[in-house]
């Protein structure tokens, strides 16, 4: 499977790549920073150097790669977690802004998948609107969407400890998402527990 893969340098995205490559996909990851473009060519991706905030170089680039699925996989959170907050706007526009140009290069370029990251808790006072805004987008469009619990493990907020639940170590939540690939439209959550 032709797999575009937006996100591919972030916590999960950076798991998914390898495993994705070593199923034996083709896959395109994309990532906004020319400096991680060495990361992702290291795993056997081609890779795509864009911000998914230019619609028009978005597009290109995906009809270019000819994808059969497309995956949504981009945050836009700080490393460090006491500017979590702080971030809140971006990550919104992220899922709402982002999803849309994903979306529109995708059904562009003819993808027949899409899936896309979320989440598995009740979001920030503030932020439910833009989740929900992104989910039903993804799911109108015939999409699947994944529902993650909080991140845990190397990379995470939550290195060694585990956070409440619900929650997924990184590297679970990379393996299940591989096996995700054929999933019927619709929401399906990924933590420990389901």
Known sequence: MRIFLAGATGVIGSRLLPL??????????????????AAVRATGADVVVCDVYDADSLTTAVLAF???????????????????????EANSRIRTEG??????AAAAAGAKRFLAQSIAWSPPAGRGDAIATHE????????VVLRYGQFYGPGTYYEST?????????????????????????????????
């Open 136 to 143: 039903s987008a993804v799911l109108d469009a015939g999409g």
């Open 99 to 104: 999803t849309a140009n994903l979306l529109a």
């Open 20 to 37: 994705l490559v070593g199923a034996g996909h083709e896959v395109a990851g994309l990532t906004r920073s020319p400096g991680r473009a």
């Open 162 to 194: 585990p956070p409440p639940e619900p929650r997924i170590h990184v590297d679970t939540a990379a393996a299940r998402t591989v096996e995700l690939l054929d999933a019927p439209t619709g929401v399906v959550v990924v933590t420990d527990n389901e």
């Open 66 to 88: 000819a994808p059969d699925l497309v995956m949504h996989q981009l945050t836009d959170l700080p490393d460090d977690v006491a500017r979590l907050a702080a971030s809140g």
